[in-house]
């Protein structure tokens, strides 16, 4: 069903754990298609009660965006790459009626703290690290 997320259910909780190790669980394009379709089956299965939203591995929730697929992106270009994660996926789970929490295992940087920002709750591991370097 995906490719860079593993979704589960059990006991009436979804769980979506990003799947990206070997890149920190970075954002591309497809991981952000895919958890835009898996916040649509959280929302819209009545089995589902809420969701737990997660990376694999102990070093990241998610490392911020895969910048190696996005540098050849200009200015125009990453604007609108922002804005579409912003529509498929932030405001989905801000918005979402069942409750969406961050489950933060490791750094969570630039977009991958946005998305922990983006649910309704954020349970940090003692070894989480928050953090917005592009505005450094």
Excluded: W
Excluded at 61 to 83: C, H, R, W, Y
Excluded at 117 to 134: L, N, S, W, Y
Aim: charged content about 20%.
């Amino acid at each position: 069903m995906y490719s860079s997320l593993l979704f589960e259910i059990d006991n009436r909780i979804a769980t979506i754990t990003i799947n990206r190790p070997d890149k920190l669980n970075a954002l591309n394009k497809t991981v952000i298609e895919e958890l835009a379709k898996a916040i649509d089956e959280v929302i819209s299965n009545p089995d589902i009660q809420s969701a737990i939203l997660t990376g694999t591995g102990p070093k990241a929730f998610v490392a911020g965006a895969d910048i190696s697929e996005f540098s050849t992106l200009d200015a125009d270009g990453g604007k609108a790459l922002a804005q579409r994660g912003q529509d498929l996926v932030f405001s989905k789970i801000e918005n979402s009626p069942k409750p969406i929490i961050a489950a933060v295992n490791g750094f969570a940087l630039g977009g991958g703290c946005e998305l922990a920002m983006a649910c309704h709750f954020r349970v940090a591991a003692e070894q989480a690290k928050f953090g917005q370097p592009e505005v450094n």
